[in-house]
């Protein structure tokens, strides 16, 4: 696998490193607590299988983590996220909307995008999964190589983020203008 590290966006302080972006994406899931962490490992091993050849864009954003899944480096052509907060992870089906879904799993009223939970990797073996992960990928506007050379690609890391364990401070200020307005009687 060859792994960039390609920083863009506005709230990305952080220039490439002698680390690789295996070992960046390593660093940004060992924020989660050890359960979650393993799980997103765990997933992203069956999607790595799954789809050997997909670029993989990493944004650790500020209220997750989101590994896109993309035949190129277009985050508007990725076709799958893993998306990891800190008490779950989902897949996204970035253009969801319109996908069938005959066992109502997807969730989300978004106007593009669905996504289901993943409790555990072998949710992404379910029948009803597979079949809507075969579709969106049949469906995809640049579908994936069937061969070529894996990457992970570091897109932005938010200066600004969200805790990644339940019930960790936020070090953020509070939202608002400053002092708190009192309530007319």
Do not use: C
């Not at 966006?9 to 490193?17: C, F, H, L, N, T």
């Not at 660093?27 to 999607?47: G, Q």
């Not at 500020?62 to 985050?75: D, H, K, M, Q």
């Amino acid at each position: 696998m060859i792994y960039v590290i390609r920083i863009t966006g506005r709230d990305s302080e952080m220039a490439p490193s002698a680390h690789s972006a295996e070992q960046q994406l390593a660093s940004f899931i060992a924020k989660f607590t050890p359960e979650v962490a393993s799980l997103t490992h765990s997933i992203l091993a069956r999607m790595r299988e799954r789809y050997p050849t997909a670029l993989e864009l990493v944004y650790d954003n500020y209220n997750a983590l989101a590994i896109g899944f993309s035949a190129t480096e277009r985050p508007s052509q990725a076709i799958f996220s893993v998306a990891v907060f800190p008490k779950w992870v989902s897949l996204f089906f970035l253009n969801g909307k319109d996908l069938p879904d005959p066992d109502k799993l997807l969730q989300g009223h978004g106007n593009v995008a669905r996504h289901i939970r993943l409790p555990s990797p072998a949710t992404l073996d379910e029948l009803s999964v597979k079949k809507m992960m075969l579709l969106a990928t049949a469906r995809a506007a640049v579908p994936f190589a069937p061969q070529g050379t894996p990457r992970i690609i570091i897109k932005s890391i938010s200066a600004k983020q969200r805790p990644r364990r339940p019930g960790e401070d936020v070090s953020a200020p509070p939202r608002g203008r400053g002092k708190a307005r009192k309530k007319k009687p």
